[in-house]
T-cell receptor, first 113, second 114 residues
């Protein structure tokens, strides 16, 4: 099992450009999450999907959109990137909700110039 | 305000030595507390989970303690190895049922030197 995979690993964007971060899990988990990690701060939840077909805002959703394409895949889109979105983005999944252990992907390091 | 504070921010120890990382939280209602290990350039990996009724839990050389009365947890690493160099993140689950929320600490960066 590959667990949680994310693409790309690194990305550099110019202000105003758009991009989609891809995430897939092969553990048959129902719930998936997107976090951002900034220096000196804890992980912050951007969006989550409790189950296929549902998505909800987390702590810092502004400037992002998500799509739960199917049970395996959960993508994060930046429509018009801003320097404040420079961060490391992690996707995670769990069997069902926050009751269960979250399994994290390797992260995407995004720089917005 | 629901918060998780970790100390120290960073720590350097020699290989073979023990160390203890601290986590204080003000999360209420409390559901459980996890410690994650995050290697550089990787995603966090769960080490332990502790519920309200548990005081101590071990995972190999890692031992976590929880004092729910004082809202403190610690992670003790015994006989440290170079591979223990990582960030350690304390995460407290707020709320109950399946709609609870996770509150992440900022992490403690541990460097083990030979």
């Amino acid at each position: 099992n590959a667990g949680v995979t994310q693409t790309p690993k690194f990305q550099v964007l110019k202000t105003g450009q758009s991009m989609t971060l891809q995430c897939a899990q092969d553990m048959n988990h129902n719930s998936m999450y997107w976090y951002r990690q900034d220096p000196g701060m804890g992980l912050r939840l951007i969006y989550y999907s409790a189950s296929e077909g549902t998505t909800d805002k987390g702590e810092v959703p502004n400037g992002y959109n998500v799509s739960r394409l199917n049970k395996r895949e959960f993508s994060l889109r930046l429509e018009s990137a801003a320097p404040s979105q420079t961060s490391v983005y992690f996707c995670a999944s769990s069997i069902q909700g926050v009751t269960d252990t979250q399994y994290f992907g390797p992260g995407t390091r995004l720089t917005v110039l | 305000k629901n918060q998780v504070e970790q100390s120290p921010q960073s720590l350097i120890i020699l290989e073979g030595k023990n160390c203890t990382l601290q986590c204080n939280y003000t999360v209420s209602p409390f559901s459980n507390l996890r410690w994650y290990k995050q290697d550089t350039g990787r995603g966090p990996v769960s080490l332990t989970i502790m519920t309200f009724s548990e005081n101590t839990k071990s995972n190999g050389r890692y031992t976590a303690t929880l004092d729910a009365d004082t809202k403190q947890s610690s992670l003790h690493i015994t006989a440290s190895q170079l591979s223990d160099s990582a960030s350690y993140i304390c995460v407290v689950r707020h709320g109950s049922g399946n709609t609870g929320k996770l509150i992440f600490g900022q992490g403690t960066t541990l460097q083990v030197k030979p």
